[in-house]
Nanobody, 124 residues
Framework: DVQLVESGGGSVQAGGSLRLSCAAS????????MGWFGQAPGKEREGVAA???????NYADSVKGRFTISRDYAKKTVYLQMDSLNPEDTAMYYC???????????????????WGQGTQVTVS
């Protein structure tokens, strides 16, 4: 079974940093595009960052220069380093796996078939 397990969320003050992790199992991790999506209360789930199987990345404009997505093939884990956090970054963050070109990946959650349970990030 496909499993994506997020960790690393928490509460931080504005200007702080967090590093989210997503451990993958049950599928050919190295073949898939991996993404991070954020969902604030009452809002749609939106693409934040994605990375394809060769390491090409794509970022939402709102996080460019502040967030960095990376992946470790040996550990089957994808990371989201979040720096210079601001209150607008407060959301539940979800990890996802999909067969989608990275340049399209942030346009819609529907490109991703597998999802984790989410980890909460709160910035005050």
């Amino acid at each position: 079974d496909v499993q994506l397990v997020e960790s690393g969320g928490g509460s931080v003050q504005a200007g702080g940093s967090l590093r989210l992790s997503c451990a993958a199992s049950g599928f050919s991790y190295s073949r898939y595009c991996m993404g991070w999506f954020g969902q604030a209360p009452g809002k749609e789930r939106e693409g934040v960052a994605a990375i394809d199987r060769v390491g090409t990345t794509n970022y939402a404009d709102s996080v460019k220069g502040r967030f960095t997505i990376s992946r470790d093939y040996a550990k089957k884990t994808v990371y989201l380093q979040m720096d210079s956090l601001n209150p607008e970054d407060t959301a539940m963050y979800y990890c996802a796996a999909g067969e989608v070109p990275v340049r399209q990946a942030l346009r819609s959650r529907h490109y991703f078939a597998s999802w984790g349970q989410g980890t909460q990030v709160t910035v005050s």
